[in-house]
């Protein structure tokens, strides 16, 4: 089992930049793919984007693809989504997720883990 612990929320203008971290603890982490999410006020919680466990294989929601990056550093425990021309339709709580199955796919839609989330407002 892991724990997952989000940061690098705030506030931005629409156009600009974050960079959420989430680190990881608990044995494994090399072998588990992890992930993004996100809840808007009033909206269900979406995936944002997963990583598998090697780094290689990413996949993205659809609106976010070519203004957000996720990466993984195994030798850190830790995964990073670089967020660019952010809109104020980003703005969302966010949150880590992992999961065992290290394929990246299973992650995007049940993930066995999840971090208490960060904010990420976005203003216009």
């Known amino acids: 089992q892991v724990q997952l612990v989000e940061s690098g929320g705030g506030l931005v203008q629409a156009g600009g930049s974050l960079r959420l971290s989430c680190a990881a603890s608990g044995h494994t982490f090399s072998s588990y793919a992890m992930g993004w999410f996100r809840q808007a006020p009033g909206k269900e919680r979406e995936f944002v984007a997963a990583?598998?466990?090697?780094?290689?294989?990413?996949y993205y929601e659809n609106s976010v693809k070519g203004r957000f990056t996720i990466s993984r550093d195994n030798a850190k425990n830790a995964v990073y989504l670089q967020m660019n021309s952010l809109k104020p339709e980003d703005t969302a709580v966010y949150y880590c997720a992992a999961d065992e199955d290290g394929d990246g796919v299973q992650v995007t839609t049940t993930p066995g883990y999840w971090g208490q989330g960060t904010q990420v407002t976005v203003s216009s």
């Open positions: 990583i598998n466990w090697s780094g290689v294989r990413t």
